[in-house]
């Protein structure tokens, strides 16, 4: 028989079954705490106190990224009143929430977990990540009791499944090669360039040098011949 449910605004929602009601109670808040019934037909026949305490192990969501048939681990803190629970990983499905793997076990297909207790966290490795792992995941324990029972989730966590992480090592490297192979060949010619300068023949450099000095000398010669011809105001014909 397919659950019956229906919506409450906001952030609560009921689930209807032949067994049992549940509620989902999401985003909880200070003033949330407080005396709630649940019964059916009519009779309130269960009376819940709901508790709401604030601990920073459990503030907002956070994003976690895996690669592709890599492995990948979801970490949770947990609060200290928990210690003694078994502890679980849920993946949520719209409104509904599967359990992938709790702490009464330490593998499940693909999934390990293990707990820390002096950090007071659970850790939960996936291998060989597909592209189905992506979603929301919450960390939780489940405490049950002889007539209600509750499944609290502390923690949230957005799995976001990319391609290999190798792919993006190899075309960090490629490029880093690329720019050291430049920087090394741009090295190497300039360095060639200034032996061939320091290792030139001593005939060849003085002959460079005095074709420098006739050259400037001659230059000189003829400035000087214009300036005397100048002074003397005649003009003269080559």
Not at 77 to 104: H, R
Not at 222 to 229: A, K, N, P, S
Request: net charge neutral; hydrophobic share 30%.
């Amino acid at each position: 028989m397919k659950p019956r449910t229906c919506t409450i605004p906001e952030r609560v929602s009921v689930m209807n079954t032949r067994h049992y009601v549940a509620v989902d109670y999401r985003n909880l808040r200070l003033q949330d705490a407080g005396l709630y019934q649940c019964g059916d037909a009519g009779v309130w026949n269960h009376t819940v106190n709901l508790t709401v305490t604030q601990d920073p192990c459990c503030s907002g969501p956070k994003t976690v990224t895996g690669y592709l048939g890599e492995t990948v681990t979801i970490s949770c803190s947990y609060p200290d009143q928990y210690e003694e629970n078994f502890k679980n990983l849920q993946k949520q499905f719209g409104q509904y929430f599967t359990e992938v793997i709790d702490t009464e076990e330490t593998q499940r297909d693909r999934f390990s977990i293990s707990e820390d207790r002096r950090s007071r966290v659970v850790s939960v490795r996936i291998r060989d990540v597909r592209e189905d792992d992506g979603g929301v995941y919450y960390c939780g324990v489940w405490i049950g009791g002889k007539s209600v029972s509750y499944l609290s989730l502390y923690s949230e966590i957005q799995l976001r499944v990319t391609g290999s992480s190798i792919l993006i090592t190899v075309c960090v490297c490629v490029v880093l090669l690329l720019i050291g192979g430049s920087a090394l060949i741009f090295y190497r010619l300039r360095c060639r360039r200034t032996h061939v300068m320091q290792t030139a023949p001593t005939d060849v450099r003085e002959r460079t040098g005095r074709s420098q000095e006739l050259n400037e000398l001659q230059r000189g010669t003829v400035i000087g011949h214009h300036l005397c011809y100048k002074s003397s105001g005649e003009i003269p014909s080559y």
